[in-house]
């Protein structure tokens, strides 16, 4: 890394919290992208200083795209966008689509992910297979972390607004839903 670093977000997906840094040489025109700490753009002696650079992030290979924008003089603006919405607006729509737990299981982090259209789990950044079945009260998404058995169970609030609720139990246990 150089002295040239501009920006760095932390952008929740599926698959994991990623941090993304943006180097950016506003004498030579160097425009850098690391995520997750691994190299993935390079443009070196850009004329144009401002612009955008796009690439994706993640196992889903989310677009993201950092907007460099001139402010006064020579300062400059860095905003990033994922999916084409600001990473404000989209932290925000993920919070609807998305429910997030994180909990030690046997001593080690895991972070569980509910994407809500498709009722994908996902575990530490891989996809879990999982068996769905419908119940009385709704309808419940069987799986297995370790040797531990784990269900997420989707319930009518009963209130159009709230919609409905997702709780996950892990070997019976509630666990409480984190917010991102």
Partial sequence: MSSDLAGVWEVALSDGVHRIEFEHGTTTGKRV???????????????????????????????A??????????????????????????????????????LNLDGIDCRVVLEKDTMDVWCNGQKIETA????????????????HNCCVKAVSSGKRRDGIIHTLLVDGTEIAECTE
Avoid: C, Q
Avoid at 39 to 63: I, P
Avoid at 66 to 89: C, H, P, Q, R
């Fill in 33 to 63: 992208i690391y995520v997750d700490g691994k190299e993935v753009l390079r443009r070196d002696w850009m004329f144009k200083l401002v612009g955008k650079e796009t690439f994706n992030v993640g196992m889903s290979d989310t677009k």
């Fill in 132 to 147: 769905g079945e419908f119940v009385d009260d709704g309808t419940e998404t069987h799986f297995t972390l370790g040797d």
């Fill in 65 to 102: 795209t950092i907007n460099i924008d001139a402010v006064s003089g020579f300062a400059y603006e860095y905003t990033l966008e994922i999916n084409g919405k600001s990473l404000k607006k989209y932290m925000e729509n993920r919070s609807k689509v998305t429910s997030t737990w994180v």
